[in-house]
């Protein structure tokens, strides 16, 4: 089984170098332990949250360049940036798309009752980029955990309201799981009732982001005829819905074009002839399976996702054993406080202009390797608040250097 293109990791990174790879007509194959970082992080589309609130993308991205020519951006380049950001939204061109507010940040509420600055944002989301004082109801969910509506609307100015939902379902439920309850009429239809009763003065209605999997702006155009009010939704902890639609649209546009999606199981190998990869070993116990490739891209993450592993003495790359930078001692990987910039943070893999790996000196490594995503070395998207912007930029064009090849 030989491929064109191997793409390791189904995070944003990965999914975007093969969307870049297929669409130049390639043999693809995206191989993955699960579905990615998506599902943790990714309700919106950060591009660069340290940007001024007055900053347009354009020239945020050319100052960031400029004073951080290490950081993964300056590897990918301005022009390249933008259009792997415009590469992204073609997929989303339905009713459920990805904008942003002038071509700057906009400021989106979080579910801790705060404001947290991000560059694209969903339609479900849009309404809730212009939060006022008064105007919102909050509405959570009883058996919902992590979304409370009172404690998130005192932090904007308004009133916040718990409902309960049917007395057949169990006394917790999740968000995956009340995403397709969404999506279903007749309970959908007594939700909103159930909000229509609790607004007084309010215009606005604000929900924790579970408006169905599949047509998510069909459900809040629904939400929004029975109530009366404006609905949008309000970004939750862990699993992302919004995250995994993202997810699911870029699988169901990649399958449809002829990609192979391998999941569930990690690589164990890979075989190397010299600087050249030749192909990689999946495990699905007892059997153990080849795929050979002519190129192959790197896009496992960081620790959550595996990419990275944090061993007792040091942090390691578990499938082609690259070198990691990192502090040379493990005492001096975190900062003194939890909010410190920890020098843990920019450590990951090091990689020349085209984005494959090197050494420490500079040596090329592999040939026909390329690296993406948050593995790279030389940003901390935690404070920057890059994370998407990275994966988007770095997976397309970890792709476009491989097809040059």
Not at 21 to 32: C, M, P
Not at 80 to 102: I, K, Q, T, W
Not at 297 to 325: C, K, Q, W
């Amino acid at each position: 089984m030989h491929f064109d293109l191997i793409v390791i990791g189904t995070g944003l990174a990965g999914l975007m170098a093969a969307k870049t790879a297929v669409e130049k007509g390639q043999k693809v194959l995206i191989v993955g332990k699960g579905t990615g970082n998506l599902l943790l992080f990714s309700n919106t589309i950060d591009i660069l949250g340290d940007m001024q609130e007055e900053t347009n993308l354009h020239d945020g991205l050319y100052l960031w360049m400029k004073n951080h020519p290490e950081h993964p951006y300056s590897r990918v380049e301005l022009d390249n940036m933008l259009h792997a950001l415009s590469s992204f939204s073609s997929l989303f061109d339905g009713p459920y798309s990805f904008r942003s507010m002038g071509d700057r940040n906009c400021l989106v509420p979080t579910g801790i009752g705060t404001f947290r600055p991000t560059y694209l944002i969903p339609t479900t989301m849009m309404s809730g980029s212009s939060l006022g004082d008064g105007n919102t109801l909050v509405v959570g969910f009883e058996g919902l955990k992590d979304f409370h509506a009172r404690y998130i609307a005192n932090g904007f100015g308004c009133r916040g309201e718990t409902i309960p939902l049917l007395e057949s379902l169990a006394q917790e439920i999740t968000p995956t799981a009340l995403s397709r309850l969404m999506e279903d009429p007749p309970f959908r239809e007594k939700v909103a009732k159930e909000m229509a009763n609790r607004l007084k003065e309010e215009t606005r209605i604000g929900l924790p982001a579970v408006l169905g999997l599949q047509q998510p702006v069909a459900v809040k155009m629904s939400l929004e005829e029975i109530t009366g009010a404006e609905v949008f939704e309000i970004p939750t902890l862990p699993p992302s819905i919004p995250g995994k639609r993202i997810f699911n649209r870029f699988r169901e546009w990649l399958i449809q074009r002829g990609a192979t999606f391998l999941m569930g199981h990690p690589v164990s190998n890979v075989s190397v002839q010299e600087r050249r990869c030749q192909g990689i070993q999946v495990l699905h116990p007892p059997v153990s399976t080849f795929f050979s490739g002519d190129r192959f891209i790197l896009a496992t993450g960081r620790f959550m996702g595996g990419g990275l592993a944090a061993e007792e003495e040091r942090i390691s790359e578990p499938i082609f054993h690259l070198p990691v930078t990192q502090p040379a001692d493990r005492n001096d990987w975190f900062g003194k406080s939890f909010f410190s910039q920890h020098p843990l943070h920019p450590s990951g893999i090091l990689t020349d202009s085209s984005l494959r790996p090197v050494d420490p000196v500079g040596n090329l490594l592999f040939e026909n390797v390329w690296v993406a995503g948050s593995i790279l070395a030389h940003h901390n998207l935690i404070q920057e608040k890059s994370r998407e912007g990275i994966e988007i930029g770095t997976g397309y064009m970890t792709a476009k250097h491989a097809l040059e090849e």
